[in-house]
């Protein structure tokens, strides 16, 4: 229906799609401002994580979130075999357990960085994230050199931090609730 309704109201030109160039893409996404999160998984692929920016609630009911994840990335055999995975929002003083779990640091040390505890589904939450979403994986679709994983959410936790943690203009920066 969207596709239909779309072309309705819009009228695209005929011809090739202009290309972008990849490196104004990434300038002009570099001021979208993120969240930070930790993404872990664990099962019978074994424990894996790593971090993501490219996550967004998708509905409350269902509560769904989703995903984006890298088909080259070491970790992808683990999160797609486990089918399950833990959505950790990083709070403020969190820089460098990110920087571990978005480079080649073996698995073992990025979780020997945190405390970690376990919900619904085994997979690693961050005892002191500013929350987590404990998921199962309900449908994946391909799209470019991702997957986004569609991710029901079965248990979650708040954390007590007031502060979070986002990436903007390839910088980290810590934002914090105003007062009540």
């Known amino acids: 229906m969207l596709p239909n309704a779309m072309a309705s109201n819009h009228v695209m030109p005929s011809g090739a799609p202009p290309v972008l160039p990849k490196a104004d893409y990434r300038n002009a996404m570099a001021r979208l401002g993120a969240a930070v999160n930790i993404i872990t998984t664990d099962g019978p692929a074994g424990r894996a994580g790593f971090t993501a920016s490219a996550v967004c609630s998708v509905t409350d009911e269902p509560p769904m979130l989703l995903v984006c994840l890298n088909r080259s990335a070491s970790v992808y055999p683990a999160f797609t075999a486990n089918g399950v995975l833990c959505v950790n929002v990083l709070a403020a003083g969190h820089q460098a357990l990110s920087g571990l779990f ?79």
């Open 102 to 180: 978005g480079g080649k640091t073996p698995m073992d040390e990025r979780f020997a960085a945190g405390r970690w505890s376990r919900k619904a589904t085994g997979s690693p939450v961050l005892e002191d994230a500013a929350a987590s979403f404990d998921c199962r994986v309900v449908q994946a679709t391909s799209a470019g050199t991702h997957d986004v994983l569609f991710c029901e959410a079965l248990a979650i936790a708040i954390g007590g931090a007031a502060q979070s943690l986002i990436y903007f203009d390839r910088r980290y920066h810590e934002i914090a609730a105003p007062p009540h």
